[in-house]
């Protein structure tokens, strides 16, 4: 008896369920984000593509832009654990699972297993959404990965949906953005190039700073979760915010402003010193950045009320509470519920991650965790905490990466 072939990658449906999905998705994605796509109707050639990471929509900008094309885009690992959901869209278009803020080996072979069956793939080098306007930190090793695959690299670059539609934010702005490929990159070009340089080169044409787009953006609810990203206030230190409308003030000392139209914000009271989020975003980093084990101290900095599940990976997700007591400290996470404490020490935590909004997941040497709290929760404070703890036990006390 012949034995039988080894499953592919793509099945035939996937090109048919992509192409149903552009349709109603196109009319829905200019609606929400009065995005303008520039199209490339008969281009059929095999990229890599690399985009910024602007708004949840961004994998579909892409579908648009290449109509031809069967592109299986890289998605974290949380897309794949949420029970019938994910095998419905490992049904309809298999995405390339990936195990976000590790070194996930796995899917480097599923992209080289998708190349070697001749098609596309789309990644964000960032693996984040931006939360400042200006792409986030991007990992050297893409450069690894483009070029083992050899393959045409296509910068996508969006435009726009930091403006439109800001990760801290549920409610879309009425605004323009714009996407498409600005450059391809070709094998015999980049081959030539040491890793360093191809690196430089993908992060100077991936780089995007919405501040200088010159679009307006309005909305009645334009600062609406800011407490979603910002944890550090100019006057307290470490603090609490509360966004109301178009305004976000301190709860510890009364500082307010106004976020407005063209990105920039008007201080209301208490000497508000930022002119843009980015300048806030920047501020509060080199906050934490500089801050010492002796200034942070061993007490409790933040207590939340969340969610708190266990992450079985590529299958479910279990919960553990529904009204938990996630508490930083400088050295640690813990999480408490019926009656004992779950402490998760930084020493023994591979990674935080932020997801989404305002998800975290904590990864250790055998469980995954995830948070989820109310619609107000900062996951970033705990992600930051960790990495500066991790930075500073490396001797990098001024050590810049937060972990996003």
Known sequence: MAKDKKKTWHRPRHKVINTLLRWILTPVSRIRYGVRVEKRRQDETQYLIMMNHQTPFDQFFVSMALPKQMVYYVGTEDLFSNGFISNVIRFAINPIPFKKSTSDFRAVKDCIRVAREGYSILLSPEGNRTYSGVTEHIKPSIATLARALKMPIAIFRIEGGFGVEPRWADIPRHGRMKAGISRVIQPEEYLAMSEEELFELIAK????????????????????????????????????????????????????????????????????????????????????????????????????????????????????????????????????????????????????????????????????????????????????????????????????????
């Open 205 to 404: 044409e991936l780089y995007v700073d919405d501040r200088d787009h010159g679009e307006r953006y309005t909305h009645a609810k334009a600062a609406e979760y800011l407490e979603r990203v910002m944890y550090v206030c100019p006057h307290c230190g470490f603090a609490h915010f509360r966004s109301d409308g178009d305004t976000v003030r301190c709860l510890d000392c009364g500082m307010k402003a106004r976020y407005l139209p063209d990105l920039t914000f008007e201080s209301l009271a208490g000497d508000f010193p930022y002119r843009t989020v980015k300048q806030w975003y920047d501020a509060q980093n080199e906050f934490v950045c500089s801050r010492t084990a002796e200034e942070l101290g061993t007490d409790v900095l933040y207590e939340d009320t969340v969610r708190f599940f266990e992450v079985i990976l590529y299958k479910r997700k279990r919960r553990l509470s529904p009204a938990a007591s996630l508490r930083l400290c400088a050295d640690r996470i813990e999480c408490a519920f019926g009656g004992s404490v779950t402490a998760m020490p930084f020493d023994e935590v591979k990674t935080v991650s932020v997801l989404g909004r305002n998800k975290l997941n904590i990864y250790t040497d055998n469980q995954i965790f995830q948070v989820k709290g109310d619609k107000r929760f900062n996951a970033v404070k705990y992600a930051n905490l960790f990495y500066h703890y991790q930075n500073v036990q490396k001797g990098e006390l001024h050590g810049e990466f937060l972990g996003l």
